[in-house]
């Protein structure tokens, strides 16, 4: 598959994201730190890959940059407003602007309602166009992502995992965001058609003008689509840089364990890839330990790494790392 060309990226910043955090209190003193401090920015026109293991918190940082949870901490703003302190009319237009593609094409489509009407609900929701407008813009919908009209009448259970996903790519454009979550869109699906979605998802950016949140824990897929990548680790984010520039030139240990552990297609270079072992096992976000979230499982660690939280600083331009070693 082919890298993504280089896009229309404007400096025009669509999404701030300021020392976010999302707690859960889990009751007994027990308190879960999904999100903890993080912070990043989105251009218009850009895809940032948010990548790390399940349950380093990356899901949980997308639904609450939509605002599917409330913040316990940190702000995020859209196109310069805070979405937790707006008005009942910029809330209404912010759920128009941002939307979500969700992980699982099967649990996510009801299997009651066709597929004109899922891809309808938010035009329903929304008033957004007159019954006879809805139904060309529900044909319209269905021919952007691949399919075509005859398939409105159908229900879910009709089609492929692939052609699924279409469907919610299909509803989540419906009424014409401007943001769009992608919440591990290909990781329920076939090696080979997570490629399509991928290269779908891309060509759907060009023509609309879309910003994309790309979340997965895929390291190869996401390097496709995106521009820019942060790796998270147990609710932190613990470096952030250009796509090239984090798969050519990893500083922090974890992001250097990942991308080791990527299969490489050439078997000569793979045989004698020398792939970075990570000790121990990941640690509980539940009350998490002071210092480096990384540490148990870090063969750099130092005395510091227990004592003091690395902060994410920039080490060379638009390259971010969260490590004491920098
Ligand atoms: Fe390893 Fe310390 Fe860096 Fe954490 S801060 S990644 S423990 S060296």
Not at 175 to 195: K, T
Not at 274 to 302: D, H, M, T, W
């Amino acid at each position: 598959m082919e890298l993504k060309q280089e896009m229309n990226i404007n400096n025009e910043v669509l999404v701030e994201v300021k020392n976010l955090k999302k707690y859960f209190n889990l009751g007994n003193g027990r308190i879960l730190k999904a999100v903890d401090n993080v912070s990043f920015n989105l251009k218009k026109g850009e895809t940032l890959g948010l990548v790390g293991e399940s349950g380093c918190g990356k899901t949980t940082c997308g639904r609450t940059i939509l605002g599917a949870y409330d913040a316990t901490g940190g702000e995020v703003l859209f196109q310069g407003k805070n979405i937790y302190t707006m008005d009942k009319k910029e809330k209404k237009d912010f759920r128009r602007d941002a939307q979500m593609i969700f992980q699982d094409p099967y649990a996510s489509l009801d299997p009651r309602m066709t597929v004109g009407d899922i891809v309808a609900e938010g035009i329903d929701i929304h008033k957004a166009y007159t019954k006879s407008d809805r139904q060309n813009r529900i044909y319209e919908l269905l021919q952007l992502v691949g399919l075509n009209k005859e398939h409105a009448s159908r229900f879910p259970h009709e089609f492929s995992g692939g052609q699924r996903q279409r469907i919610g790519i299909a509803r989540s454009l419906a009424i014409n965001p401007r943001f769009i979550v992608c919440d591990e869109p290909i990781s329920a699906l076939d090696v080979s058609i997570q490629a399509q979605v991928v290269n779908l998802l891309i060509n759907l950016q060009k023509e609309l003008e879309l910003t994309y949140l790309f979340i997965a824990h895929d390291l190869s897929m996401v390097r496709h689509i995106s521009d820019r990548v942060g790796v998270m680790y147990l609710g932190c984010m613990v470096e952030l840089a250009d796509s090239n520039e984090l798969y050519s030139n990893p500083q922090h240990p974890y992001t250097k364990a990942l991308l080791s552990a990527i299969p490489v297609p050439n078997p000569k270079i793979e045989r004698n890839k020398k792939r970075i072992e990570l000790q121990g096992e990941v640690p509980s976000p539940i009350n998490p330990k002071p210092g480096c979230r990384f540490k148990e499982r870090c063969k750099y660690a130092k005395e510091v790494c227990g004592q003091v939280t690395p902060e994410l600083k920039e080490i060379s331009k638009n390259h971010f790392v969260s490590c004491h070693l920098y």
